[in-house]
């Protein structure tokens, strides 16, 4: 994880695997990255700054994050956030739920890995 006082991507992440994918991107690309695996994570650190990208594993074991995407967009203080969730190709469905929850970007994950580093520049 990179430790900057406002890092400008919060991603929420529990497959180990892939959080170290995006942790390794980050770094390449220079992006200022703060990786969660947990809810509790996830919304401490939301109390304290305003992530430009929020990058949530539609996926996740752990996080039901079709409610956080909800939360998250109806937070007024998080309105210039932008929203990207990343799913498996063959959920179909999780990917419309996710649209309609108010992800802004919604990819499958093997087009994701080939965005990752643009969407980390900005």
């Not at 991507?9 to 220079?30: C, E, M, Q, R, S």
């Not at 969660?36 to 752990?62: C, E, H, Y």
């Not at 802004?104 to 900005?122: A, C, H, N, Y």
């Amino acid at each position: 994880m990179n430790s900057q006082a406002d890092p400008s991507v919060l991603a929420a992440v529990d497959d180990l695997f892939f959080a170290a994918k995006i942790d390794a991107v980050a770094k390449t690309v220079g992006a200022s990255l703060l990786l969660v695996s947990k809810p509790g994570q996830f919304w401490t650190a939301l109390a304290g700054f305003v992530p430009r990208w929020i990058i949530m594993d539609l996926n996740s074991r752990v996080f039901d994050s079709l409610e956080v995407v909800r939360q998250v967009k109806r937070d007024a203080r998080l309105a210039q956030t932008r929203v990207i969730g990343f799913f498996s190709h063959v959920q179909v469905e999780l990917g419309r739920a996710a649209e309609q929850a108010g992800c802004d970007q919604v990819v499958r994950r093997s087009l994701f890995v080939v965005q990752l580093p643009e969407i980390l520049k900005g």
